[in-house]
């Protein structure tokens, strides 16, 4: 009796652990993220290239990640065909070449709360891309799935209320105690012409980070493993963006410098972290719950940010980013539940697929025990005769 009232709580505690995972994945990748966007603006005012730190991130992905691939992955890599090896052609170009190039581009002509205010398109992008290759399950006549376009669009909004209302600012005891610096938000370091060019240059990389999620989740299918297809994008990447670079930049021969300094570690910290990391959980989530749910966080990653710049710039909150920040948690809270009843749909599914195979398991057992017995009755029978 102990056994049994034991065994179900051990069930629904591993279910909880297995259902939090694909959160604590996400959340990772915001803070990962959030502080790249703060680290790499730091290195582009600097002087770094936009297109060699593209390539250099790469390389420094493919080191970091290469041997794992290789060694833990050795006997389960599937056979690469054409048409994978044409996927991940695609995968590098879309996000290591043109999504990087294209964001940390506006993000130079702009700011880095500009730029990742304008990454909040970004879930939106990846709901109704997925929802035109039914990667995403929606249905608008369930209440759940109005949760989540809903939700979409109010963690939208919420992000570009952080981003455009000021209002009062609230005084915190721990921004006195540090520097103020000039916030990041202030639009007068840019000049008009150059935010208009660098907010287009954001939103199309932002369109091809969409595309690139897709494609992932497709092409995951077709080759599960996670480390080697992270290993082969990079790579791809890197080889892509140099002759690209090449292109653009032509015979500057001083970009390629790299010096132990902030650019160095840029470079380093978004190889490692915001490229092999990323793309690698990035995997794992889509396998358990598509691409739309890596992306739906994508603005809480402007709440981390506002925290952060808070304790260590000593950046004043003021009354827009906090009505912006639970905003966010409204509709985060929306897409949450709205997920959740698609897996728990997906399990009530399951159970009664398993509960009819036991059943039919069952009386296929029973069967022939009374075919045994009918004909142990018909020879009793016949002796008696």
């Known amino acids: 009796m102990i056994m049994k009232r034991m065994m179900p709580q051990s069930d629904r505690w591993s279910r909880f652990v297995d259902q939090g995972k694909p959160y604590l994945g996400v959340l990772f990748l915001q803070l990962g993220y959030a502080f790249n966007g703060v680290i790499v603006k730091s290195a582009l005012n600097k002087g770094l290239n936009p297109c060699t730190f593209s390539v250099y991130r790469n390389i420094a992905a493919v080191i970091a990640f290469g041997p794992f691939a290789v060694y833990f992955e050795r006997k389960m890599r599937p056979k690469m065909t054409l048409s994978v090896f044409l996927k991940i052609m ?49 249905n608008i006549r369930r209440l759940h799935s109005q949760a ?30 540090s520097r103020v610096h000039q916030p990041l938000t202030n639009a007068a370091v840019t000049d008009e012409d150059h935010h208009i060019k660098g907010a287009i240059m954001i939103t199309a990389g932002c369109f091809f980070w969409a595309s690139f999620f897709i494609l992932q989740a497709v092409t995951l299918k077709k080759y599960p493993a996670q480390l080697s297809l992270t290993t082969f994008i990079c790579l791809m990447g890197a080889l892509q963006g140099t002759v690209m670079t090449l292109v653009i930049e032509k015979a500057k021969k001083d970009i390629w410098a790299l010096n132990w300094d902030a650019k160095l570690f840029a470079t380093l910290y978004s190889g490692i972290v915001r490229s092999g990391a990323s793309y690698y959980v990035s995997g794992l989530i889509m396998k358990v719950k598509g691409p739309f749910f890596v992306t739906a966080f994508n603005p809480f990653g402007m709440v981390i940010v506002v925290i952060v710049s808070s304790f260590t710039l000593g950046e004043k909150l003021n009354v827009g980013r906090i009505v912006g920040a639970v905003v966010i948690v409204i509709g985060l809270y929306l897409i949450i539940w709205g ?5 728990g749909l997906t399990d009530s599914i399951n159970d009664e697929v398993e509960t009819t195979d036991e059943e039919t398991s069952s009386d296929k057992n029973q069967e022939p025990d009374n075919v045994g017995e009918t004909m142990k009755e018909d020879r009793d029978v016949e002796a008696l005769v």
């Not at 997920?339 to 897996?343: E, Q, R, T, V, Y």
Request: some cysteine.
């Open 148 to 177: 989540k376009i809903v939700g979409t669009l109010v963690t939208v909004g919420g992000a570009m209320v952080m981003t455009l209302v000021n209002g009062v600012p609230i005084p915190l005891p721990w921004s006195h105690l």
């Open 339 to 343: 997920k959740s009843k698609d897996s």
């Open 90 to 138: 695609l995968l590098a170009q879309l996000e290591p070449v043109l999504d990087q190039i294209l964001y940390y581009t506006g993000m130079k002509y702009t700011t880095a709360t500009f730029a990742i205010a304008m990454c909040n398109i970004l879930p939106a992008l990846t709901f109704f891309m997925a929802w035109i290759f039914r990667l995403e399950k929606v």
